[in-house]
């Protein structure tokens, strides 16, 4: 089987299990759904970190025990947790990653390490629970702003890539790679708008600033990979690596999104 094919067929077979999750999955469910992909997320980050393996299994178990007992320690004060959660992560995508990429720090300590990936996959968690208890279709129509620049990123970047966007960092990335992808959401937005009615500019903003997340989120996880002398985070998906791989976007992109739409909630 062929790279292409193979990572297609993952894709396939991941979204014919994640989608009806998202649809029809109760919040019981989902939150150990969820848990489930924190602890797989967990280990691999502490596989990129360097970590010995039983500190790498009791990293991943501490993880997916706190994304499971959190919102029933929290109670009534949850709401209150998640925002603080997504605040997390908001300053860490608009502060912290821009400059530790410029910086190329390698934050080799175990501890800092420890913190990071606390602050990737945690907030990550919460605003999945928040948007999938807004209804599917914020999930979904947040997630696919994702998959749309991921997939046309790629494939135009494997079509017309000549200008490198970072070669320090994923010498595979290009930006005409990243030019499709602004035009294939460009696309997305006229049809959010036509059939939500939601305005057409606000969308387009909104959706290039998710795409620059996005390209911040996969580049991050790239230097990691890079410091860690890893091409992978892990192997469970063919074609695609790591659970951590597929969701490095996802984890600067849906914390932000949920940051966006709590703002709006609490203005109207």
């Given at each position: 089987?062929?790279?292409?094919?193979?990572?297609?067929?993952?894709?396939?077979?991941?979204?014919a299990?994640?989608?009806?999750?998202?649809?029809?999955?109760?919040?019981?469910?989902?939150?150990?759904?969820?848990?489930?992909?924190?602890?797989?997320?967990?280990?691999?980050?502490?596989?990129?970190?360097?970590?010995?393996?039983?500190?790498?299994?009791?990293?991943?178990?501490?993880?997916t025990?706190c994304?499971?007992?959190?919102?029933?320690?929290?109670?009534?004060?949850?709401?209150?947790?998640?925002?603080?959660?997504?605040?997390?992560?908001?300053?860490?995508?608009?502060?912290?990653?821009?400059?530790?990429?410029?910086?190329?720090?390698?934050?080799?300590?175990?501890?800092?390490?420890?913190?990071v990936?606390?602050?990737?996959?945690?907030?990550?968690?919460a605003?999945?629970?928040?948007?999938?208890?807004?209804?599917?279709?914020?999930?979904?129509?947040?997630?696919?702003?994702?998959?749309?620049?991921?997939?046309?990123?790629?494939?135009?970047?494997?079509?017309?890539?000549?200008?490198?966007?970072?070669?320090?960092?994923?010498?595979?990335k290009?930006?005409?790679?990243v030019?499709?992808?602004?035009?294939?959401?460009?696309?997305?937005?006229?049809?959010?708008?036509?059939?939500?009615?939601?305005?057409?500019?606000?969308?387009?903003?909104?959706?290039?600033?998710?795409?620059?997340?996005?390209?911040?989120?996969?580049?991050?996880?790239?230097?990691?990979?890079?410091?860690?002398g890893?091409?992978?985070?892990?192997?469970?998906?063919?074609?695609?690596?790591?659970?951590?791989?597929?969701?490095?976007?996802?984890?600067?992109?849906?914390?932000?999104?949920?940051?966006?739409?709590?703002?709006?909630?609490h203005?109207?």
């Amino acid at each position: 089987m062929t790279p292409l094919l193979s990572r297609v067929m993952t894709a396939i077979v991941l979204m014919a299990v994640f989608v009806p999750a998202v649809l029809w999955a109760p919040a019981w469910l989902w939150a150990i759904l969820m848990a489930v992909v924190v602890g797989l997320a967990a280990y691999e980050w502490a596989r990129l970190s360097r970590f010995p393996q039983m500190s790498a299994n009791i990293y991943a178990v501490l993880l997916t025990g706190c994304a499971l007992i959190l919102p029933y320690l929290a109670g009534a004060d949850w709401p209150a947790f998640q925002m603080g959660l997504i605040a997390l992560a908001i300053t860490f995508w608009l502060l912290v990653a821009p400059l530790w990429l410029l910086g190329r720090w390698q934050a080799s300590s175990a501890w800092i390490r420890s913190g990071v990936g606390v602050v990737l996959l945690l907030p990550t968690w919460a605003a999945l629970l928040y948007l999938h208890a807004r209804g599917p279709g914020f999930l979904l129509g947040v997630m696919a702003v994702v998959w749309i620049a991921d997939t046309a990123a790629y494939f135009s970047g494997r079509r017309f890539g000549r200008n490198k966007l970072a070669p320090s960092i994923s010498p595979g990335k290009t930006w005409e790679g990243v030019a499709g992808a602004f035009c294939a959401l460009a696309l997305y937005a006229g049809a959010l708008s036509m059939l939500a009615g939601m305005p057409l500019l606000s969308l387009g903003l909104m959706l290039s600033g998710l795409l620059y997340l996005s390209v911040l989120g996969d580049l991050f996880e790239s230097w990691i990979k890079r410091v860690s002398g890893m091409k992978d985070s892990g192997h469970v998906l063919p074609g695609h690596g790591g659970v951590l791989d597929r969701i490095d976007a996802l984890t600067s992109t849906l914390p932000i999104a949920t940051g966006m739409l709590m703002w709006l909630e609490h203005t109207q």
